[in-house]
């Protein structure tokens, strides 16, 4: 299993938290971690251009998009997007997409959010198309009609994985991609969901076995902690429990709640629950790093302390 880490968004001032993200990109290459994942959130940082900028302080770890919600723009503006990108990091990026949720496409944007897979499928002719580029791209299905020339195109091949939920997204990301990005996903949904069925679609579509990346909160802590770390990741990130869509992924697992899926603890628990993890299936772990503190100091030295035994674990599985 590879294991990589969740890269912003950072709150406060923009001129200094690309500062930040930047540093963190460069502590990831260093610690060994195979995989940076850029959130895509509707209120911050673009995803790609972070990627691109990214690409430029390091050599040699993918980065990777988690997810980019493709309702929000053209197929053919997300495609030359990603392959400049992809280009500025000197073939490293792995595009992840999604149909995003409701509360995102249709309470914000304002755009329909009607039969997803369906758009997903749609979309995704046209980014296959631009993958054989230099040249022109002529797709014509139900959604899009697209006769577009593009000079641009992938220095290396581009992975494309999409955030698959449910049995017939995960069915598409199968049988058309290189594999799937989870969040709200525990080892019982991985390995008793996920597994199964995105892997007999890439079967019955002649591809090769599928990347399942699985995003978990990770912090280091005393025994005595385990429960404030929890209680923090429901304060923070539980906001994305309110969507149907984890809702009905949590039911096929254990988890309740985005504190269930803590890997939380001293080294030994954390290790223990990658481990669980991988034999769930997991090709890609995705970290979001969660530090515990009553102050900002404290939260700052809380993530050094996660990253710094992060590091040796990452430096023990090899």
């Not at 690309?18 to 673009?46: C, K, N, S, Y």
């Not at 230099?134 to 006769?147: A, M, S």
Request: aromatic fraction near 4%; proline fraction near 7%.
């Amino acid at each position: 299993m590879r294991v990589g880490v969740m890269i912003g968004p950072e709150r406060g001032d923009s001129a200094k938290k690309i500062g930040r993200m930047l540093d963190d990109i460069v502590w990831a290459e260093d610690a060994g971690l195979d995989t940076a994942w850029i959130p895509q959130v509707p209120t911050d940082f673009d995803a790609l251009i972070t990627v691109a900028l990214m690409g430029t302080r390091t050599s040699r770890i993918e980065i990777g998009t988690a997810v980019v919600p493709l309702q929000a723009q053209h197929p053919i503006a997300l495609a030359r997007q990603a392959l400049s990108a992809h280009a500025a990091t000197g073939g490293r990026l792995a595009l992840g997409v999604g149909p995003s949720h409701h509360w995102i496409v249709k309470d914000m944007l304002g755009l329909p959010y009607e039969k997803p897979a369906r758009f997903t499928r749609d979309y995704l002719d046209v980014l296959d198309a631009a993958q054989q580029a230099p040249g022109p791209i002529d797709v014509e299905n139900t959604t899009f009609t697209v006769h577009n020339p593009l000079e641009l195109g992938p220095i290396a091949p581009l992975p494309i994985l999409v955030a698959a939920l449910g049995p017939v997204m995960l069915d598409l990301a199968g049988e058309r991609t290189d594999g799937t990005i989870l969040w709200m996903a525990d080892e019982r949904a991985v390995s008793d969901h996920v597994v199964p069925r995105i892997t007999k679609a890439a079967d019955n579509a002649g591809r090769k076995a599928p990347r399942i990346v699985a995003g978990i909160p990770v912090c280091l802590c005393a025994p005595s902690q385990v429960d404030v770390a929890r209680e923090r990741a429901n304060r923070i990130l539980g906001e994305a429990e309110i969507s149907p869509n984890y809702q009905r992924l949590l039911g096929y697992g254990d988890a309740t709640d985005v504190g269930d899926l803590c890997a939380v603890g001293d080294e030994e628990a954390i290790m223990k629950r990658f481990q669980r993890f991988a034999d769930a299936g997991v090709t890609d772990l995705s970290m979001r790093l969660l530090p515990i503190g009553d102050n900002r100091d404290e939260l700052v030295a809380s993530k050094y302390r996660t990253r710094e035994v992060i590091a040796g674990l990452v430096a023990d599985m090899r």
